[in-house]
Antibody
Framework: EVQVVESGGGLVQPGGSLRLSCAAS????????MSWVRQAPGRGLEWVANIKQDAGELYYVDSVKGRFTISRDNARNSVHLQMSSLRVEDTAIYYC?????????????WGQGTLVTVSS | DIVMTQSPDSLAVSLGERATINCKSS????????????LAWYQQKPGQSPKLLFY???TRGSGVPDRFSSSGSGTDFTLTISSLQAEDVAVYYCQQYYSRPHTFGQGTKLEIK
């Protein structure tokens, strides 16, 4: 069974840092793009970042560029989102999602999400 | 950035009736090189994570019932549920993956009348 499970969320003060992790299982991780998508409380979905199979391509939404870094470890079947200089507006559920093998930008399996709260 | 606008914001439909959700992009998501529309639909049930319904505008995702259909091209797209079931109560999102950032529509909340 394909699974992606996020962890690492929590409460952090503005300006702080947090590292999210996503553990993948049930598929050949190194064959898939991976993405992070977030959802502020009661709001819609916002694509945040994605990473190619070999980490040779990384992309971010403008609002997190320079503050967030996506990375992956194909040996450990995991993808990470290092978040720094966090702002109140970064408060959201962060979902890890797998891209289709045939086209990595289409997100065919999503985790349950991990909640990040940025507040003083 | 490509802006995705869905209509309506919310919709109440009787069980067994048709539900139609529209999605309009601020610029084309039809790629001229292959004639494919870089458009996906996702369903998010209450308290759950999103689920892929369609990609390439009309290719059904794994396990999606055939009462769901999707159509459209260029800038205008439609998601249709032919006969609404109780389990279809959800928020539906369109997303373009033609250009980064891969923007979503604001969502359409579908309820039972």
């Amino acid at each position: 069974e394909v699974q992606v499970v996020e962890s690492g969320g929590g409460l952090v003060q503005p300006g702080g840092s947090l590292r999210l992790s996503c553990a993948a299982s049930g598929f050949t991780f190194s064959n898939h793009w991976m993405s992070w998508v977030r959802q502020a409380p009661g709001r819609g979905l916002e694509w945040v970042a994605n990473i190619k199979q070999d980490a040779g391509e990384l992309y971010y939404v403008d609002s997190v560029k320079g503050r967030f870094t996506i990375s992956r470890d194909n040996a450990r079947n995991s993808v990470h989102l290092q978040m720094s200089s966090l702002r109140v507006e970064d408060t959201a559920i962060y979902y890890c999602a797998r891209g289709l093998a045939s086209f990595g930008y289409v997100l065919d399996n999503w985790g349950q999400g991990t909640l990040v709260t940025v507040s003083s | 950035d490509i802006v995705m606008t869905q209509s309506p914001d919310s919709l109440a439909v009787s069980l067994g009736e048709r539900a139609t959700i529209n999605c309009k992009s601020s610029q084309t998501v039809l790629h001229s090189s292959n004639n494919w529309n870089f458009l996906a639909w996702y369903q998010q049930k209450p308290g759950q994570s999103p689920k892929l319904l369609f990609y390439w505008a009309s290719t059904r995702g794994s396990g999606v019932p055939d009462r769901f259909s999707s159509s459209g091209s260029g800038t205008d797209f439609t998601l249709t549920i032919s006969s609404l079931q109780a389990e279809d109560v959800a928020v539906y999102y369109c997303q373009q993956y033609y250009s980064r950032p891969h923007t979503f529509g604001q969502g359409t909340k579908l309820e039972i009348k």
